[in-house]
């Protein structure tokens, strides 16, 4: 039973994304520099390494992080991103923080809200990588947009074995 809430508190969460309203962007011409925040949830789905695939889902383990951060945009094209995200992990019905992790990026902006970030990883456990991120707006809104990314971190360190995981991480950028 403890297994199937971990799925449906993350399921609810999204809903609760979606459900926001979002209005039509009016048409406005951006001056630049820029800076717009966001805030966002990011659900690890697994991770491999030299012993094999590990899923988020698999046992008494689960993993949440919540990204939050600033983008400086510098043109249509192209801008940085700082951000932090600490994850939350819960096992054998004990939750807490387990790392905090801070993940400076350059952003590539293209057409049709996709957007390419290629980051730097240092987390607090010890570990540290890159993560590129792809990035789409799906909805947008006047004030706010909804966006979906996939995160692929690769990481090394703190006497494990290399690593590459995915993820699915839904939030809000204003």
Same mark, same amino acid.
């Given at each position: $039973? ?46 491999? #390494? ?19 951060? $600033? ?26 923080? #387990? ?20 980051? $730097? !990883? ?14 789409? *707006?799906?909805v947008r809104g006047k004030n706010? #947009? ?15 074995? !290399? ?8 939030? *809000?950028?204003?």
């Amino acid at each position: $039973m403890r297994l199937l809430l971990k799925p449906l508190l993350f399921i609810a969460v999204v809903i609760t994304l979606l459900s926001v309203s979002f209005k039509g962007a009016a048409q406005q011409t951006q001056t630049y520099p820029r800076i717009t925040g966001y805030f966002s949830l990011t659900n690890p789905i697994g991770t491999w #390494n030299k012993d094999g695939f590990k899923s988020n889902f698999d046992g008494d383990v689960y993993t949440i992080a919540f990204p939050f951060g $600033m983008n400086l945009l510098k043109s249509d094209h192209f801008g940085v991103s700082f951000e932090v995200s600490p994850s939350i992990r819960t096992e054998k019905n004990v939750s807490k923080v #387990n790392s905090v992790l801070f993940h400076p990026g350059a952003m590539f902006r293209f057409k049709h809200g996709f957007t390419f970030i290629g980051r $730097m !990883a240092f987390e607090t456990n010890g570990r540290f990588g890159v993560t590129p991120v792809f990035n789409q *707006v799906v909805v947008r809104g006047k004030n706010a #947009n909804f966006f979906v990314s996939v995160p692929v971190p690769v990481r090394f360190g703190n006497d494990q074995p !290399a690593s590459v995981g995915t993820g699915l991480q839904l939030g *809000v950028s204003f």
